[in-house]
């Protein structure tokens, strides 16, 4: 992949003396949906497909960027003098949010750069694709500039930019998964202290298939923000009658008690979902570590459902792509992953099931939503790398 990123950057920029090339992971999220902005767990996983960049500094402060995927917008033009959000600059707003939030963080950046980048993750559809590229960045820079930070500081910093530059109220999970990757192992992340512990994935004679459904999505124009202002208005409101920080405090018994002061039957439903797919989450994790993979694989389907009836964030593209795996031969569990609204499932599937879960699940999605989804076998990967 080197080389050919090398190739990629000498046909955009002419030649390829001085240029490094570094790759950061996309993630697949376990359990633990809509949970990491509400103090709860979750438990994702880096994936060995993510974003490569070939990057050279140059002597001026001038910014050029270039995306393989998206080759049609281009080189988009900045300068580290002119760090501010610009719609027509798509996606180079989140290698720009990610210097600019350096900058926020006293990691000054003097040279500028042209980057050239290629994921092989498919583009918003779940898989972090947007993490990833603001990991590698971020990496990018910790490396050229040899900033001191760890690899938490770097995910704090890179939410930011996501949060503020780029004005989606994500949690930390995603780029907290980019960036703490580690080969078969999982993140247990607590999101309200970011203690985390590494959970070993042995799936025995199973394998993760993600199940693309090429819905696109994009978090600023999705009902995510408005999701977690509904939840922060449903703890405004429990806060009351209970000392809780976060949602993430409550058990499911305590939450049934306390719920009537929410008042409201939809704040009520979202409130539900953050508590019970936090307290979900803990015990999938204990379950795992059991060897129980069936009971693991059961709560991911309580989970979606959860997903689709309380929390509403699957549509029918995730909910046809989740009940027809649920129906297929050797599926230990399936739901969707990441904000929802479109994007991927992710699917424990026995090994010698694999080929007919992709016929089938495939013929019935396409019978019923008109277009295609596309299928990966993945495999859990590690953090960003210089290759
Ligand atoms: C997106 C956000 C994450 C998380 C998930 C839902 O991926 O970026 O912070 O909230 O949605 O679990």
């Given at each position: 992949m080197k080389n050919t990123m090398l190739q990629h950057f000498e046909k955009t920029f002419g030649d390829t003396d001085g240029v490094r090339v570094f790759f950061a992971p996309g993630r697949v999220n376990l359990i633990g949906e809509h949970t990491d902005y509400n103090g709860g767990h979750v438990f994702p996983c880096a994936l060995t497909i993510g974003t490569y960049a070939a990057v050279r500094l140059r002597k001026d402060r001038n910014l050029r960027f270039f995306s393989v995927n998206l080759n049609k917008k281009g080189v988009i033009h900045s300068s580290l003098d002119e760090l501010i959000h610009i719609n027509e600059d798509d996606w180079a707003n989140y290698p720009k949010g990610v210097l600019w939030a350096f900058a926020q963080h006293s990691f000054l950046v003097d040279q500028g750069m042209d980057i050239v980048y290629y994921g092989n993750i498919p583009n918003?559809?779940?898989?972090s694709s947007s993490a990833s590229i603001e990991v590698l960045t971020g990496y990018i820079l910790m490396k050229l500039f040899d900033f001191d930070l760890d690899f938490k500081k770097l995910s704090l910093i890179c939410q930011y930019a996501e949060n503020k530059f780029n004005g989606v109220n994500c949690g930390i999970m995603d780029q907290f998964a980019c960036a703490m990757g580690k080969k078969n192992h999982a993140i247990f992340l607590?999101?309200?202290?970011l203690k985390y512990e590494y959970a070993p994935i042995d799936l025995g004679d199973a394998k993760l298939v993600i199940a693309c459904s090429n819905k696109k999505r994009g978090l600023g124009d999705s009902k995510y923000n408005e999701r977690r202002s509904q939840c922060e208005e449903a703890l405004a409101r429990l806060k009351t009658v209970v000392d809780v920080q976060s949602l993430g405090d409550l058990t499911e018994e305590e939450f049934e008690v306390h719920k009537g002061v929410i008042e409201d039957e939809v704040l009520i439903k979202r409130a539900k979902h953050a508590v019970y797919e936090n307290q979900r989450t803990i015990r999938a994790v204990a379950a795992l570590k059991n060897h129980e993979l069936e009971t693991f694989g059961s709560l991911m389907n309580e989970s979606h459902t959860s997903l689709q009836y309380d929390y509403e964030v699957t549509g029918m593209e995730l909910d046809t792509l989740v009940e027809t795996a649920w129906k297929q031969e050797g599926v230990i569990g399936a739901r969707m992953t990441g904000a929802g609204f479109g994007g991927c499932t992710v699917n424990i599937v026995k090994n010698d099931a694999i080929h007919a879960f992709i016929e089938n699940v495939g013929k019935v999605y396409e019978e019923k939503i008109g277009y295609k989804a596309d299928f990966y076998v993945v495999e859990i990967g590690d953090g960003p790398v210089e290759l």
């Open positions: 918003a559809s779940g898989l607590d999101t309200s202290n």
